[in-house]
């Protein structure tokens, strides 16, 4: 067992740290975010330049060969000063579906420009009625000469407004909560009949609800999709995992400095015993999140289904509430300072509160695991 | 990174497993499997198999016949006990107070203690707690005073666990009351035999007799038993306290109360299905496992850590998480465990004792979970609370 960098991921996070300590700071994510499209293409285009955007590809594809470990590292990063591109929607969900769903043929058109930074991606899932549930899917896809067409509506499609590319859930057979007949497509955003319409999600970070009115689909990865889908979504959870243990890490610093420098009743705050057990308790959850988020990346890996949807499940469970504890308890020995707009700890904050809830709030993990007979085999 | 066992350290735990298959007694294993604590019989039997193995001392450096365990295998070997489970090594010899004697003892001391300790020859217990020195251990009031080659203690411990089977004690006394709290106290080692001894049990709220007084008047101890140098005893107590790295975290424990609180519940009936069916307590229990998850992983760190930088590396806060995270496992476990057993679980007694369950007034394995649960109510307060815990972690780890 090894938790350390091998050298390559030692580079690797150094020159992210280091790209984005210079370019991201607080006034600087401000002002992407009240960019028109909401983050910055200046960026993107040096995440590009540094390998990020290819990273998890095959080298036959055109990638660089990252695994789960190199992703996670780069989570935490982007965690780390809560960034707005679309990385996670369009090298993690758009990547994983093109690494475990596509021909080589699509892979081999397609990676190249998500690697250069020249093709955006967006997974657009949620239907109105879905909640957590992947597979409660109303929007359908029908056979049309030899291609789809997709019909129906996909709402809080992450970075849906400036998606090249939507991969989209679309019923092929069976009633709208089967398992089974689920299709996940691809379309360009291009395509007629595609309509979406961006806001801005609570958290920063850009969303767009994404009508289909049939539009044809560029290419089918599967027809009966969901194990595709759980797959892309478990790797997904571990990067989730990655970002949270990033920006729990930077909110606790925070807290703490500000421990150490705010004066009440003549000393500082940090030296009152209550407050220093909170932030004990603090430590304790990012540590234990960050465990967990080793856990996840080594988990996400596995090829058996349901052994890798329960391990995925407790991932989320720990880090939900780590999230949540963290989240809040920063702003609670803060005080009225962390509840401004221009105070950084509150961003942190709601980008932990987006985290937990991302695929499957703490509950529904919690259910589903407890359903699934839990972690440990009785006796 | 690489986030798993070897395939060598994989083979280690089958060769582990094995060894318990063979030679652990049938009887031991039911015993305990109960949830009861192994008696002295069954310990003593057990280490003399382990120390033939040469399995008793696990943290001894080889040349006292430790194994040369990497720490991976350390864990591992922890671990396969709690599972199965097995009595542990004895912990004040092998964990406490051999490793003290290694690190501070004269060439004397280790060839006359340390082969006892690892055959459980003399079987140790502890005496640093005092009625007034609880989490303030250095404010400790048990004297020793030098009177020719003799030292000659005055004073009470208390919370000694085990003392009632103790041949031999590892007392914290103060030998030079002028000084700063830290800087007179010394340690010693003294025969339980010694006159002016006397053991006083304690009945601690279950019913059980574990801890004890201990109190000393005039006891004699030959000089040549002080450890390390005159009054500087609280380095010996410290090394020792920091010397418990992952012992408290004690997943495989936990890991062996979760499978048997499944197999219960769904024995047990509530709202005429078992009760892993229902949704509340099944959540409560998976809960449980998710953090023990987390925490085993977090072990899993701290080892790493261990291995790659043996003792170099500045602390790592992950430590500090091992005795909270775990004893609040534990006890979580121990009151899902007694919640299971409904009603049943409140018949005071031990199922084993004559007479006890001739009736069947519960079913046997109900037996002792409230008990078990009072008793554990201890993990988080002993070998420093976990408020003390906290505030080491923050003035450790947190700087505040």
């Known amino acids: ?379 | 990174m690489e986030l798993r066992f070897s395939d060598a350290e994989r083979a280690f735990r089958q060769e582990v497993r094995d060894f318990l298959a063979a030679e652990l007694p049938a009887a031991t294993r039911e015993h305990m499997l109960r949830g009861k604590g192994p008696t002295k019989e069954m310990v003593v039997e057990w280490q003399r198999k382990l120390n033939a193995k040469g399995w008793a001392t696990p943290e001894w450096p080889v040349e006292w016949g430790g194994p040369g365990w990497t720490p991976a295998q350390k864990y591992i070997f922890r671990e396969e006990l709690q599972m199965w489970p097995a009595p542990q090594p004895l912990a004040f010899n092998v964990n406490m107070c051999g490793p003290v004697v290694i690190e501070f003892g004269t060439e004397a001391q280790k060839k006359r203690f340390l082969p006892r300790m690892a055959n459980l020859d003399d079987w140790w217990c502890q005496g640093f707690s005092e009625p007034g020195a609880g989490s303030d251990l250095a404010g400790l009031k048990t004297r020793a005073v030098r009177d020719g080659d003799h030292y000659v203690i005055n004073g009470q411990k208390t919370w000694t666990t085990l003392a009632q089977h103790a041949d031999w004690i590892f007392v914290l006394a103060r030998t030079n009351p002028e000084a700063k709290k830290q800087e007179g106290i010394s340690f010693f080692l003294v025969d339980m035999k010694t006159p002016g001894i006397t053991v006083r049990p304690i009945v601690t709220i279950e019913g059980g007799h574990e801890v004890n007084e201990v109190f000393f008047d005039d006891v004699r101890v030959p000089a040549e038993n002080l450890v390390g140098e005159e009054n500087k005893g609280w380095d010996c107590a410290k090394f020792l306290l920091g010397n418990e790295r992952f012992g408290q975290a004690r997943v495989g424990a936990s890991r062996e109360r979760i499978r048997r609180l499944k197999t219960i519940a769904r024995e047990t009936y509530d709202n005429g299905r078992p009760l892993i069916e229902d949704p509340e307590f099944r959540r409560q229990m998976t809960e449980m496992e998710v953090e023990l998850k987390a925490l085993e992983m977090t072990v899993m760190r701290v080892i790493a850590n261990e291995t790659k930088r043996a003792g170099t590396g500045k602390p790592d806060p992950a430590t500090s998480v091992l005795k909270i995270k775990g004893t609040e496992i534990q006890q979580g476990v121990s009151e899902l465990l007694m919640k299971a057993a409904g009603p049943y679980a409140w018949v005071d007694g031990d199922p084993d004792a004559e007479g006890v369950n001739e009736w069947e007034v519960a079913p046997d394995w109900a037996f002792g979970l409230a008990g078990i649960y009072f008793n554990w109510r201890k993990q988080s307060i002993y070998g420093g609370s976990n408020e003390i815990q906290r505030n080491i972690m923050a003035k450790a780890f947190l700087g505040l």
């Open chain 1, 1 to 379: 067992m090894d938790f350390d960098l091998n050298e390559s991921q030692s580079l690797l996070k150094d020159s992210l740290t280091k790209l984005l300590s210079a370019r991201y700071g607080f006034e600087d994510r401000k002002r992407y975010m009240a960019s028109a499209e909401g983050w910055s293409r200046e960026v993107w285009a040096q995440y590009a330049e540094l390998g990020l955007l290819g990273l998890p590809f095959s080298e036959d594809d055109g990638g660089f060969g990252g695994g789960a470990e190199e992703t996670l590292l780069v989570a935490e990063q982007m965690g780390r000063h809560i960034t707005l591109e679309p990385w996670f929607s369009t090298v993690v969900l758009g990547g994983g579906f093109l690494r475990h769903g596509a021909e080589a043929s699509l892979r081999q058109e397609l990676v190249p420009a998500v690697a250069g930074g020249e093709a955006l991606i967006s997974f657009a899932f949620q239907e109105r009625q879905s909640r957590y549930d992947l597979h409660d899917v109303a929007a359908t896809a029908r056979r049309q000469g030899g291609g789809w067409v997709i019909e129906g509506r996909k709402g809080m499609v992450l970075h849906g407004d400036t998606a090249d590319w939507h991969v989209v859930t679309a019923r092929v057979a069976g009633s709208q909560r089967d398992r089974a007949g689920v299709g996940v497509f691809l379309v360009p955003a291009k395509a007629q009949g595609v309509n979406a319409r961006g806001f801005r999600q609570v958290d920063g970070t850009r969303a767009a609800e994404v009508e289909f009115a049939g539009a044809a689909a560029h290419s089918c990865l599967a027809e009966d999709g969901m194990d595709l889908v759980d797959r892309v979504v478990d790797e997904a959870i571990a990067a989730l995992a990655g970002e949270a243990v990033g920006a729990m890490d930077v909110v606790h610093t925070m807290t703490l400095d500000y421990m150490k420098t705010r004066t009440q009743f003549g000393k500082p705050i940090g030296t009152f015993q209550a407050l220093q057990h909170r932030a004990a308790d603090m430590l304790i959850q990012v540590e234990q999140a960050r465990s967990m988020s080793y856990f996840a990346a080594m988990a996400s890996q596995n090829a058996d289904r349901l052994e890798r949807r329960r391990d995925m499940h407790a991932v989320k469970v720990q880090l939900g509430r780590a999230a949540r504890f963290v989240g809040q308890q920063s702003i609670q020995l803060h005080g009225g300072i962390a509840m401004t707009m221009e105070y950084a700890a509150g961003h942190y904050f709601k980008r932990l509160t987006v985290n937990e809830a991302a695929f499957g709030d703490t509950d529904h993990h919690l259910r589903a695991l407890a359903d699934a007979g839990g972690l440990v085999q009785a006796a």
